[in-house]
C-alpha cells in the first residue's frame, strides 16, 4: 500500500509536471507568434495564461502594444507582469487585434473548441472573433479527437431569468442534465459572469466533426448526437442564451480569405505542451 506521504509526493510531482507543460507550450507560441512591431493582442483567461504573459514581457519590447484581456482574471495577469491593458472598445474604429492567446477546456482534431470553465466565454469569443488570428495554448489533457471526450459539458452564459426556460430548451436537445453553476459557497447562489449573467454547465454525448458528417454520421441530434457546429447553432437560437462555450466556424485566416470582416472562433493554430516535454503544434486548415 503507497504510503500518504508518497502519494503526496507523486501528485505534486504531476502537478509540477502539466505547469511545465503549459510554461512550454506558451513559450513555443509566443516565439512563433509574438512581434514587437504588434499594436494589439489579445489576452485570454485560465490557467496557462500567466506564462504566455510572462513569455511575451521576455520577448522584446512590449512599451507600445495595448494588451486587450477577456475578464478580470487576465487584467490582472496583464498587469502583473508590468504591461498595458485596454479594454476591447478603445481599439479605433477599423483597427483588429493583432493575435489573441488564449486557452481552452478542450480541443478536437479540427480545432472546435470548448470554452468557458472560468466563466469567461463571452469575453473570450468577442477577442477571438476581432482578432487576425486566435492561437490557442493548452496542456495535452486538453487534446482530444472530439469535444466533451474528457471535459464533461458544454458552459453558456444565460440570462438569470432564463435559467429554467434554457434548461427545458437544452433537454429538448438531448443534454441529459443543464445543470446552474453554483459558486464554491452554495450559500453564496450561482456563479455570476462579468456581465451579471449566469452559466448553465451542459452535458451532451461527444460531439461529432464536419469530417464525421462527411463520412456519413448523422449530427442532426437524433439520439443527442450533434455535429458540434449545428448543436453551437441551435443553442444559441434558444431565447435567454448570451453566447456558448462552443469555438467552431472558421478561424481568423478563412475569414480574411472569405472578405468577411473580423475574425475566426477557430484558432489558427493549437500549442499543447506534452506529458513528455514535447510541444506539438496542431495547425488550422488556411495558412
Not at 504510503?3 to 507550450?25: C, F, G, N, Q, W
Request: glycine share 10%; proline share 5%; charged share 25%.
Amino acid at each position: 500500500m503507497m504510503r500518504p506521504r508518497l502519494l503526496s509526493r507523486t501528485y505534486s510531482s504531476r502537478v509540477a509536471d502539466i505547469e511545465e507543460s503549459k510554461r512550454k507550450a506558451a513559450r513555443r507560441a509566443v516565439k512563433d507568434h509574438f512581434d514587437p512591431s504588434l499594436r494589439f493582442i489579445g489576452i485570454g483567461s485560465g490557467t496557462t495564461i500567466k506564462y504566455v504573459v510572462e513569455a511575451i514581457k521576455e520577448a522584446g519590447d512590449t512599451s507600445r502594444i495595448c494588451f486587450i484581456p477577456t475578464g478580470y482574471q487576465s487584467r490582472q495577469e496583464i498587469q502583473r507582469v508590468g504591461l498595458v491593458p485596454i479594454a476591447l472598445d478603445a481599439i479605433p474604429t477599423g483597427s483588429m487585434i493583432d493575435v489573441a492567446f488564449d486557452g481552452a477546456d478542450e480541443v478536437d482534431d479540427e480545432l472546435n473548441c470548448v470554452k468557458g470553465g472560468g466563466a469567461c466565454l463571452t469575453q473570450e469569443k468577442l477577442v477571438a472573433t476581432n482578432a487576425k488570428k486566435f492561437i490557442c495554448v493548452a496542456d495535452y489533457r486538453k487534446l482530444q479527437p472530439r469535444l466533451l471526450s474528457h471535459w464533461p459539458t458544454i458552459p453558456i452564459e444565460v440570462m438569470p431569468l432564463a435559467v429554467p426556460t434554457v434548461q427545458r430548451a437544452l433537454r429538448a436537445l438531448g443534454s441529459s442534465n443543464p445543470a446552474l453553476r453554483e459558486g464554491f459557497v452554495t450559500k453564496a447562489g450561482p456563479i455570476k459572469t462579468d456581465q451579471d449573467f449566469y452559466i448553465i454547465d451542459a452535458p451532451f454525448p461527444r460531439l461529432l466533426t464536419s469530417a464525421d458528417v462527411n463520412n456519413g454520421h448523422d449530427g442532426s441530434g437524433k439520439g443527442g448526437q450533434w455535429e458540434v457546429s449545428r448543436l453551437a447553432q441551435q443553442i444559441k437560437q434558444i431565447y435567454g442564451v448570451l453566447e456558448v462555450g462552443l469555438f467552431t466556424g472558421k478561424n481568423g485566416y478563412e475569414v480574411a480569405a472569405s472578405g468577411e470582416v473580423g475574425g475566426g472562433q477557430k484558432p489558427v493554430a493549437a500549442y499543447f505542451g506534452m506529458e513528455d516535454g514535447d510541444v506539438v503544434v496542431r495547425d488550422g486548415k488556411s495558412r
